[in-house]
């Protein structure tokens, strides 16, 4: 039987106690109070709808007084028995604009917003929505977006509600509060075992680094919310049989549909042609794939799966918070991009956060950018120190 490892170190595990498993560590200490570049070109809430929050416009019946001061009483109460007579039950409004016509914020709901419609005085109804600048700085989630996710970047993978994220690894904590499982299509391909729940704590890592969400708790993912899928093919031990890997990728290609995105932080000695050939058919069907380059300082190039080259698929190299490529990562000429895999921190099983090392936590920072991207991978600049003498793009915008 051939073994498959996870691609990662434990580091730290946030009031679990585990031991380390067989991976090399990077050992390079990391300055704290790094400066992170401006990588949010919006706040993630930009365009999101305000739940029965509506804006109207109107013509009033009667004219309004000139006087500035006067007319906007006269149309906040204009447009208050306006609403009083549709019989809306909160007559609060708030006066947006006063001229030919009348704009007022009001708090409707559904039926009243139809009753509201259909007055031939209404010009247009509108739903509010958040709208904000093009800064670094997103207020709410500034306690929960660490570093790596800043600088990489991140997006609402919450609204991408036509996508899935796969997860072939441990299994994912189905019911950890800060990730949006999918417990339904999630599978075990783990022989004896028929839950996905993780029992190790690598996948629920993996899970949380593409799509943990932004609710003030824990951490924030790349693509916050995204929903994802257990295909838990390692045991508690990290082991698994390449079999079953296989079986899970062509799982995701019955199941998955293009624009999907696959995570692999896993791999093994060796080369696997039916492996290969699973994520390329499922690649070929529009299904994308980030894949972890591996941790032995080797080249990728001889191992499958992170060998596999296609459009969709993205194998993952490893760098620091400061951009230098970790001394653990594998490199070579398969490898398409670098990503954060030095101390992340994200969520774990049995509800937990820890903070672990590995290609395998660089390879979800791209899953999650092709979950709100697509194919369209942004980089900017290349890792400094790749060993193959080649830097390989960093991955973030």
């Not at 941790?295 to 190039?301: E, L, Q, T």
């Not at 899953?367 to 290349?382: C, D, S, V, Y």
């Amino acid at each position: 039987m051939r073994r498959l490892l996870p691609f990662a170190t434990l580091i730290n595990v946030a009031l679990v106690g585990v031991s380390l498993f067989g991976c090399q560590t990077d050992s390079t200490l990391e300055p704290t109070g790094f400066s992170a570049d401006c990588l949010v070109k919006a706040s993630s809430n930009n365009g999101v709808a305000i739940a029965g929050s509506y804006i109207v416009t109107y013509q009033p019946t009667e004219s309004l007084p000139t006087a500035p001061g006067a007319r906007i009483a006269a149309a906040e109460t204009s447009a208050e028995q306006f609403l009083i007579h549709y019989q809306v039950a909160n007559v609060q409004v708030e006066v947006l604009g006063s001229g030919e016509q009348t704009s007022f914020l009001a708090n409707l709901t559904t039926s009243e917003l139809e009753r509201v419609r259909l007055d031939p005085a209404v010009a247009s109804i509108e739903q509010d929505r958040i709208m904000s600048i093009c800064n670094c700085v997103d207020v709410q989630t500034t306690l929960t977006l660490l570093w790596n996710i800043q600088q990489t970047g991140y997006g609402r993978g919450d609204l991408q509600t036509t996508k899935t994220a796969w997860i072939i690894d441990t299994g994912i904590d189905l019911d950890h509060p800060d990730l949006n499982v999918d417990t339904e299509r999630s599978r075990s391909f783990v022989s004896g075992q028929t839950s996905a729940d993780d029992e190790n704590g690598h996948g629920t890592h993996v899970a949380g680094i593409i799509g943990a969400k932004n609710n003030n708790v824990g951490i924030t993912g790349v693509a916050s919310g995204a929903r994802l899928v257990a295909l838990r093919v390692l045991d508690d031990d990290g082991e698994g049989r390449l079999s079953g890997i296989i079986q899970a990728v062509n799982y995701v290609t019955l199941n998955g549909k293009a624009g999907d995105v696959v995570n692999m932080s896993l791999g093994g000695e060796g080369i696997s042609a039916t492996l290969e050939n699973a994520i390329l058919k499922a690649a070929n069907a529009g299904i994308l794939f980030a894949i972890a380059a591996g941790n032995d300082s080797k080249n990728s190039d001889n191992y499958s799966p992170a060998r596999v080259n296609h459009a969709n698929v993205f194998t993952v190299s490893a760098m620091s918070q400061t951009n230098q490529f970790a001394s653990f990562s594998n490199f070579g000429s398969s490898v398409d991009v670098c990503a954060y895999g030095v101390r992340i921190t994200s969520t774990y099983k049995d509800g937990k956060y820890a903070t672990l090392s590995g290609t395998s936590m660089a390879a979800p920072h791209v899953a999650g950018l092709l979950f709100i991207r697509g194919n369209n991978l942004p980089t900017h600049g290349t890792v400094q120190g790749d060993p193959d003498g080649t830097p390989d793009p960093m991955a973030g915008e």
